[in-house]
């Protein structure tokens, strides 16, 4: 019974096993994605780390001593350039106003008096009664007089700019910042800021370029009007391509001694996303302070070697491609790279135009292994946000 019973498991055993020996068997070559090397209109592009900066950015300070009796604007919201944003207390300055309005009036009088005498002392010095003392006392007077008219005007003067400085205006154009002293409170040149406003449009963007790296930019773009003929593009904090370019309108004249890197500005608008509303704070892409990817791009595409970046793999050699032979066998090809972009490798040596590289399947292909080559599947469509 058990002789039985072990027949008839072998039996049953022996299609499974067949079956497991079959899924070891080696099958064909594997089948990979290949495409050509071939020459492409590229355009060149180099990447930096830049942060954005506002073009304008003023701190509001108190000119004169007083109470501030007003905040006339909402924290956090923009505002208009000549916007009334603080008023202090008017009353003291007012009154200095009117006192030094009485002071030019009086000192006026008396000049009108001088000039009198002067003419009376002019018109008697050719009779018995003149006497050239009394014309030179009154020429004296009168112009000592004519000074006190223009000392009372002067502080006339200085009482209008104390009593203008107790209405604080927006100088420029911007979102203004929280308020630092609140009303009630006395303020005075001492007291430092009362709030502060940052510019939102355009912004610029500055962005370290290594020395060598801008030399080469330099000699590059020499024939079509330097660093000026580039675009800069930029990529946001979340990825997204910035839909505005820029132009690079500032060099630092020196090399940062600790970095070996130069500066570099470039202006960039930035438009609200959304139409303002009133009351309401205005939604733009570029925020000061903020990081973002900063590509330099040429204003013209030239001819270049290139083939699509999933096919270059780096190790610590360098880079390299695997290149589909005559035979199928795969080559294992160092090669260096030029200026290339996101989606397309320049390749400035290692590899010869018409020859065909590895790119779908990269991973089950190793040098002098034989391949079934078939064309490459299309690179992933771009999302809305350019990631």
């Given at each position: 019974?058990?002789?039985r ?68 604007f909402?924290?956090?919201l ?12 008017r009353p ?14 009086d000192a ?7 000039n ?8 008697l ?10 014309v ?14 223009m ?7 200085i009482?209008?700019i104390n009593?203008?400085?107790?209405e ?9 910042s ?23 449009d ?9 020395n ?25 904090p ?30 960039v608008a ?16 570029l ?6 990817n ?5 204003i ?7 083939v ?18 005559a ?12 200026q ?43 999302t809305?946000?350019?990631?």
């Amino acid at each position: 019974m058990l002789s039985r019973v072990l027949t008839v498991m072998l039996v049953i055993a022996q299609p499974l096993l067949a079956v497991s020996v079959q899924a070891q068997m080696p099958g064909g070559p594997p089948a990979v994605g290949v495409a050509r090397v071939e020459q492409q209109a590229i355009t060149e592009t180099s990447e930096f780390v830049g942060r954005i900066q506002a073009v304008d950015r003023v701190s509001l300070t108190a000119r004169v001593t007083a109470f501030l009796d007003q905040r006339l604007f909402t924290e956090g919201l923009e505002v208009q350039q000549g916007d009334l944003l603080y008023r202090l207390e008017r009353p003291p300055f007012e009154a200095a106003v009117a006192q030094q309005e009485a002071a030019v009036a009086d000192a006026s009088a008396r000049l009108n008096n001088a000039n009198i005498q002067l003419s009376r002392a002019q018109s008697l010095l050719n009779t018995p009664a003149g006497q050239r003392s009394n014309v030179d006392d009154a020429i004296a007077n009168q112009r000592s007089q004519a000074a006190q008219l223009m000392s009372a005007q002067a502080q006339l003067r200085i009482a209008q700019i104390n009593l203008a400085y107790t209405e604080i205006r927006a100088p420029v154009a911007g979102k203004i910042s929280r308020t630092a002293i609140t009303v009630g409170n006395v303020v005075s040149p001492s007291s430092g800021p009362l709030a502060s406003i940052v510019s939102q449009d355009p912004m610029y963007v500055l962005f370290p370029v290594a020395n060598r790296a801008h030399d080469e930019l330099e000699k590059r773009y020499a024939d079509r009007g330097g660093l000026s003929a580039v675009v800069v593009k930029l990529r946001l904090p979340d990825g997204s391509i910035y839909d505005q370019e820029g132009k690079i309108d500032y060099v630092e004249p020196s090399v940062s001694a600790n970095t070996d890197t130069i500066l570099l500005r470039a202006r960039v608008a930035n438009p609200p996303r959304r139409p303002p509303e009133p009351g309401q704070p205005v939604d733009r892409p570029l925020t000061d302070g903020a990081f973002v990817n900063v590509s330099v791009e040429g204003i013209q595409p030239i001819m270049a070697l290139g083939v699509t970046r999933r096919a270059v793999l780096s190790d610590q050699q360098g880079d390299f491609v695997y290149v589909v032979g005559a035979d199928n066998k795969v080559e294992q090809r160092r090669i260096q790279l030029g200026q290339s972009t996101p989606a397309t490798a320049v390749v400035a040596s290692g590899l010869k135009e018409g020859e065909m590289v590895v790119v779908d399947g990269i991973q089950r292909v190793r040098p002098g292994m034989q391949v079934a080559p078939g064309p490459a599947s299309p690179p992933p469509a771009a999302t809305a946000n350019g990631r």
